[in-house]
């Protein structure tokens, strides 16, 4: 069964922008806070923002002020609208929801969505 689809990425010029999606199935997406990753070639996985179910988000230090992270609760979609786009940025961007602790997910993962930033 899968539980997490993510969508929206490509190929964009550096300062460009991109809004990724991800649709989680209601089970997976209800009163859990969400979270986006990307994964590098040649990195591990890392953290990029999450946003609880009532709606408090956080970023890691490298995006804020050009990533914004939003839920559609009756939509069960999460977004990650990316602006001012940077070569570093590119990247596999999943999304998934946080377990009892940061760090832990719940579900498998999906597919991610491929970003890639030209300089």
């Known amino acids: 069964q899968v539980q997490l689809v993510e969508s929206g990425g490509g190929l964009v010029q550096a300062g460009g922008s991109l809004r990724l999606t991800c649709t989680a199935s209601?089970?997976?997406?209800?009163?859990?806070?969400m979270v986006w990753y990307r994964q590098a070639p040649g990195k591990q996985r890392e953290l990029v923002s999450t946003i609880t179910s009532d709606g408090r988000v956080d970023y890691v230090d490298s995006v804020k002020g050009r990533f914004t992270i939003s839920r559609d609760n009756a939509k069960n979609t999460v977004y990650l609208q990316m602006d001012n786009l940077k070569p570093e940025d590119t990247a596999v961007y999943y999304c998934n929801a946080e377990g009892p602790y940061r760090g832990y997910v719940i579900a498998s993962w999906g597919q991610g969505t491929q970003v890639t930033v030209s300089s």
């Open positions: 209601r089970r997976l997406f209800r009163d859990n806070t």
